[in-house]
């Protein structure tokens, strides 16, 4: 069983940052740990995932302003938020899943955070 905690969720300006964190109870080398989102009567949106081998994979809604990436020794995966859009309001979540894929399908991930809130205002 692997425990996730995020952080670094926040109340911020269009067009500013935030970074998020996503720390795992064990050791996740293997795992491959994915950003995913939800706004308010929305279904769960994929953002990114990184595979342990760090091949990186981003939707297209935040291709170019936010960027995946992991730590393995500190057992973190982090998610910079750039250029932040109202839109990118949304509860996020961070998940473990299987080494052999990086899929965008929440349901291919056994492990979740409890999610922290990044709101956006305009």
């Known amino acids: 069983q692997v425990q996730l905690v995020e952080s670094g969720g926040g109340l911020v300006q269009a067009g500013g940052s935030l970074r998020l964190s996503c720390v795992a109870s064990?050791?996740?080398?293997?795992?491959?740990m994915g950003w995913f989102r939800q706004a308010p009567g929305k279904e769960r949106e994929f953002v990114a995932a990184i595979k342990w081998t760090e091949s990186t994979y981003h939707a297209d809604s935040v291709k170019g302003r936010f960027t995946i990436s992991r730590d393995n020794a500190k057992n973190t995966v982090y998610l910079q938020m750039n250029s932040l859009k109202p839109d990118d309001t949304a509860v996020y979540y961070c998940?473990?899943?299987?080494?052999?894929?990086?899929?965008?399908?929440?349901?291919?991930?056994?492990?979740w955070g409890q999610g922290t809130q990044v709101t956006v205002s305009s």
């Open positions: 998940a473990a899943g299987s080494p052999s894929s990086a899929s965008s399908d929440p349901r291919a991930y056994d492990y």
């Open positions: 064990h050791t996740f080398g293997r795992y491959t």
